[in-house]
Every structure is written in C-alpha cells, then in structure tokens.
C-alpha cells in the first residue's frame, strides 16, 4: 500500500502543490519543516522547505505551503527567539523540500543542490544554484564536468556535511519528486553511493559506499566533518545513525536503523571507509536528528546530536548528545527540552552557539504535527554547546568555545589511553604516531566547522611526546604544580598539556603493524538494536510501506537532502 505521505503528494500535486508562502509572518508562524540552512559571514539563511502559517486566524486545509523567498538572520547583533529579524530575499531558484547547501567564505555565497519538490511538485530540473550574499541573488551554476553531472539523479533523504572545501551527499533516496528521470511508480528507490562536489574547481565525483554496508545505501542519517584527522590531517567525513535499504525499494513501516556504537567514516585523501567502535551513554538508533560539528580548543573535535526518532514511530527523542573525538565516547547532557524533535536543521553559529531551526513532533500523526503550534518561538532555539545550557537569546559577543565539562573530565581522567581502536590503520588516522621523529599529533593546526565554513586555530596538539619534549603549560597554572609535572620528566614519557585538567592524557603507544588483522566491516557494523535482516537480504521486506500506520509521511521527507546516482 502506498505510503500516506506518498499518496497524498501524488494527488495533491495536480491541484495545490503550486501555493506557496512568499511573506514570512513571525506572528502568524506555525511550524517550519523541509528546510536547510547556512552561515554565510554575520548572516544565517534558511533557505526551502514548508511553512504552516494561520491565515486570517485560522489554519487551512493543506497545513503547509512551500517557502518561496529565502531568509536571513543577522549574527552580528543580540535577538531573542521572540525578537529575531527576519529578511525575506526573493528567490529565482526553485523551492525544494530538504535541499543541501554549501558554503563559500571566501566569495561570500552558498551552492543549492538535491532535494524534492514540496506538495506534490513534480522536479522537473537538475540545476545546481549558486546564491551571493553579496548581491543578494540566485543564479544557475554550471558544472566544471557536465558528462558526470548530467549523469547525476537528484535525490533526497541523504546525510549531507561539507568538509575542506568539498560538500558531501551520503545515499539517499529517488522519486519522481527528486528527479523526472525516475518513473511515477518509483516513490522512494534508495540511491548507492556518495556524491562529492569541490567548490573551488566546480567538479563532481561519484564514490562507492561498499565500504559502508553491503547495500551500500545510507538514508535519513547525518553526517559530520573531522577537517583534520585522517591521512595526512586532510580531514575525514563522519555518518551517524540513519538507516541502509535494499536498492530495490525502502520500505518505510520496517526501517533498518543503524546504530551509533560502531561509527564508520571516510578517509578523504584515500577513499577509505574505516570504523570505530564508541563507549560512554551510546545513543539509541534513530534517523532525521541534527548534527552539528565543532572544534575543541585542546585538539579534540565535538560533535553535537540533537533529537530525531526510530523510523517507525515506537520512539522519538529530545535529548542532546555529544560525541567527542578521538576518545570516541558519547556522554549525555542532562539539558531537558519540551518535547521531542525531528526534520530540524542544527547549525553552529557565533562562538559556542547552536541555533535549531523548525523541526516537528513525532509523537503526532503527519498532518496534525504540521498543524501542531511550535512551542519555540519562530521555531529557533539555541544551545550554549559549552554550558549545554538552553538560552533563547543569540549573543553575537559571547566566550570561545570550550569543550564541555564532562569532556574535559573524561580526558583528565587518562580514558584516552582505554580507547579499543580498530587497528593500528585506524588509530594512526586519529593519533598519529612516528618512530623515525620526536613528535607524535592526534590533530592539525586548524579546524573548518562542516556547516559554517570558519576556521579557528587548536591551541594544543592532542597525545604525547615520546622522550624529551617539555610540557605545554597553560598560564595561571600555579608555580608549585609547575615544578610538580616537570620534575617528573625524567622518571616517565613526555606528556604535552592539552589544557586545564588534561594533564594526564596518556603517552599514544608506538605504530601497529602495518599487517595487524583489522576488525571486518559486518564484524563492526552489527549491533543489537540493527535488524537481523541485514545480515540476510533475503529477509527485507521491499515494499513500498506495506500497511497503514502513523507517521507515514516522516519517511519520505528527510532532515538532510540529496543526492545522486550514476545513471
């Protein structure tokens, strides 16, 4: 049977997908859902997707329309969530449901690619849009190879992240509604591979995901950007959670999660996947939650995840995780929300602020959720990512980012040294380890965040010395504890400071053996909340949403959009 959200876009696609909202109202706001959003300088713009807005007092029969301008946000004064100015900029692009967008620092603008068309709205272009803050306009990009790019489906429901100058698109899903190559029939055929486009050079590419799974599929997860691990310091592409699907059809009512206890990433100069395993309060699986990516002032990079639910509607969260790198561990806040989230977009703006951006409750049927009035304000919130503390307000002055608390006691607890890496391959990705030099790093000099493009200097380098070099002591550390840590130099390896209370991070021992036995990908992959039908195609039910159930239509719209296939 089909889906309810795919039978209700099938039939309202005749008659009302062409409405839409070209005025945003903050007072008569309802919620907001299919959008993306990207900083660009002092400004953050949200671009697509639905809006449900009351006309004349009241809420209309089709609960949301498509949001024709894009809008923007400055970040470069205080507002609340009541007090936000919000700018509408007319759009020549055309509206799409969970688009990607990439940024340009250096020319100050953002590159719009994959996604479906809202309501019903048959795509019926592939062009990539490229939008200048400057000019405030939208323009078509054209491709520095048009035989690979005209080769390319849209498509939507992909993990996307942008990393060192690259913008990545993780699976996805096809439909008539992404891409008029696909046929009426195809309402969600999940899409191999991943899309990379550069945005200095204009080039597409298409890598393989056989390294991810065997479907070598990935739909309605995240992704995060680790710019300088990896070979080289050359940055590597985190996925998490979301779920795989036999190429022949997803079937939305038995979704096959994947969990967040073994993590699997892309080595961007090799094109490698590798995995990890995690520890510390491992996540439930779950798909359509935010991620966002951040810089620690001490050499480890934080990722944040926020929200999201199970895929079959028998759980939703709102909870806020942070998952830090390279201890691969996940600890839990303790911040309460107001209700459980799915489809927001997350993005860090400022110093240690992460502004959330529309989203919906699970716990409701599809439509009533649109209708459903969203408790935020406008539909923002915003996290203090340091204090894990809630504050409506967006403070353009506010402190450098400093990792958690509960981070940094994990660190100075020497945890790092317990860590059980893959391999030697793995480890050396994170801590990389020399015996033909004195040195030994865990990370580069510099870090870009994946959805604002900025870059801020580490202060320390993440591991040991290996024999002679001096400790990194921060200022305001006392005289005595000074003489304290350096007369122990002689007696024990060399440790580099990392920060306040990070003084017992342990010594990385040397190099595995480059011929070490590594831990197989399905060795890795499985974990308990994952189906038993992964390891046995066989048993994968493909139709198309056998069944009629709740939330039928959270399937077919995805937090993060797009992608492709090789025709």
């Known amino acids: 049977m089909v889906p309810r959200r795919s039978l209700m876009l099938l039939l309202g696609g005749i008659s009302i997908g062409v409405y839409g909202v070209d005025t945003y109202s903050s007072s008569d706001f309802i919620r907001r859902t299919g959008h993306a959003v990207a900083v660009i300088g002092k400004n953050l713009y949200v671009d697509g997707g639905e809006v449900a807005q009351y006309r004349n007092g009241k809420t209309e029969s089709q609960p949301t329309r498509q949001m024709n301008d894009t809008l923007s946000i400055p970040l470069d004064v205080t507002w609340t969530n009541k007090t936000v100015p919000i700018t509408s900029i007319e759009k020549a692009a055309p509206v799409f449901d969970t688009s990607a967008l990439w940024t340009d620092q250096t020319s100050e603008s953002m590159y719009m690619w994959g996604g479906q068309g809202p309501w019903g709205n048959l795509s019926k272009t592939k062009d990539l849009w490229k939008f200048s803050a400057n000019e405030n306009s939208w323009r078509k990009q054209p491709a520095a190879n048009v035989d690979i790019f005209m080769s390319i489906k ?3 429901n992909a993990a996307v992240t942008q990393c060192n100058g690259m913008g990545f698109f993780i699976g996805g899903m096809g439909s008539v509604w992404t891409d008029s190559s696909f046929a009426a029939g195809d309402l969600a055929v999940p899409s191999p591979g991943m899309l990379t486009y550069n945005i200095t050079s204009g080039v597409w590419a298409n890598e393989s995901l056989a390294g991810l799974n065997s479907y070598e599929t990935y739909i309605s997860g995240s992704a995060a950007c680790l710019p300088s691990f990896g070979t080289s310091g050359n940055g590597m592409v985190l996925a998490l959670g979301g779920e795989i699907s036999r190429r022949s059809g997803y079937n ?3 979704p096959n999660l ?7 990433f892309w080595d961007i100069e090799t094109k490698t996947w590798f995995f990890q395993q995690t520890t510390g309060d491992i996540p439930s699986p779950r798909s359509k939650f935010c991620v966002v990516d951040v810089a620690g002032q001490n050499g480890t990079h934080e990722i944040f995840l926020f929200g999201g ?9 709102q909870d806020i995780y942070v998952l830090s790198v390279p201890g691969f561990v996940w600890i839990k806040s303790s911040v309460s929300t107001d209700g459980p989230r799915t489809s927001q977009q997350c993005i860090v703006a400022g110093k240690r602020q992460m502004i959330i951006v529309g989203g919906m409750n699970p716990d409701l049927d599809y439509y009533p959720a649109l209708r459903d009035p969203d408790p935020w304000p406008n539909g923002i919130n915003v996290l203090d990512i340091s204090s894990l503390s809630w504050n409506s307000e ?6 450098a980012y400093e990792s958690p608390d509960a981070v940094t006691k994990w660190y100075n607890a020497g945890n790092l040294g317990s860590v059980d890496w893959t391999s030697g391959t793995v480890k050396s990705l994170f801590i990389e380890t020399s015996s033909n030099s004195n040195s030994s790093s865990g990370v580069g000099s510099a870090v870009s ?25 921060l200022a305001g550390l006392a005289f005595w504890f000074f003489r304290r840590r350096t007369s122990k130099q002689d007696a024990q ?27 197989s990908p399905q060795e890795l992959f499985q974990e308990p909340a994952m189906l038993a039908a992964v390891e046995n195609p066989s048993e994968l039910d493909i139709t198309h949403g056998s069944g009629q159930r709740p939330h039928q239509g959270w399937a077919l719209q995805g937090v993060h959009s797009n992608l492709h296939e090789m025709a």
């Open 394 to 399: 967006f403070d353009p002055d506010a402190a």
């Open 154 to 156: 849209r498509t939507s």
């Open 449 to 473: 965040s994946s959805t604002g493009g900025s870059s801020a200097p580490i202060g320390a380098i993440v591991g040991g010395v290996i024999g002679g070099v001096a400790f990194l002591i």
């Open 252 to 254: 939305s009512s038995e």
């Open 493 to 519: 390896p060399a440790v580099q400071e990392i920060g306040e209370g990070y003084h017992n991070y342990p010594t990385p021992p040397p190099v595995y053996d480059s011929h070490q036995q590594e831990k």
């Open 258 to 264: 994947i969990g967040l206890g073994n993590l699997s």
């Open 309 to 317: 639910y199970d895929g079959s509607n028998q759980a939703s969260f």
